[in-house]
């Protein structure tokens, strides 16, 4: 059974850093693609980032290239979300999830189904 759980949110100032960590609880962690994703009020949810379990391949949309970075730590089947320079607009519930497939599939948007979810940590970037 996969359990993810997420940490490190809270409140940030524009411009600012923060770095959300996902603890993950795999039988099979090595199988397992971790990406990251969030939710703003009234929207859908979308995919920030997601890291590959083979050979540490990323996926970033265009939008979020340069300011957020992903890493992976297999000792410690814990995944890393580097959020730098942040805006009021990635004010937002962040969540890490985990799935068999590859992050590529990202690109044709986000199934939920597809993957499993932690319970999420909230971001929230104001002054």
């Known amino acids: 059974q996969v359990q993810l759980v997420e940490s490190g949110g809270g409140l940030v100032q524009p411009g600012g850093s923060l770095r959300l960590s996902c603890a993950a609880s795999?039988?099979?962690?090595?199988?397992?693609?971790i990406g990251w994703f969030r939710q703003a009020p009234g929207k859908e949810r979308e995919a920030v980032s997601c890291?590959?379990?083979?050979?540490?391949?990323?996926y970033y949309p265009e939008s979020l290239k340069g300011r957020f970075t992903i890493a992976r730590d297999n000792d410690k089947n814990t995944v890393y979300l580097h959020m730098n320079i942040v805006k009021p607009e990635d004010t937002a519930v962040y969540y890490c999830?985990?799935?068999?497939?590859?992050?590529?599939?990202?690109?044709?948007?986000?199934?939920?189904?597809?993957?499993?979810w932690g319970q999420g940590t909230q971001v929230t970037v104001s002054s």
């Open positions: 999830a985990a799935s068999l497939l590859p992050c590529a599939r990202l690109r044709r948007g986000v199934d939920a189904e597809l993957w499993s």
């Open positions: 795999l039988f099979t962690w090595d199988y397992y693609v």
């Open positions: 890291i590959s379990n083979s050979d540490d391949s990323t």
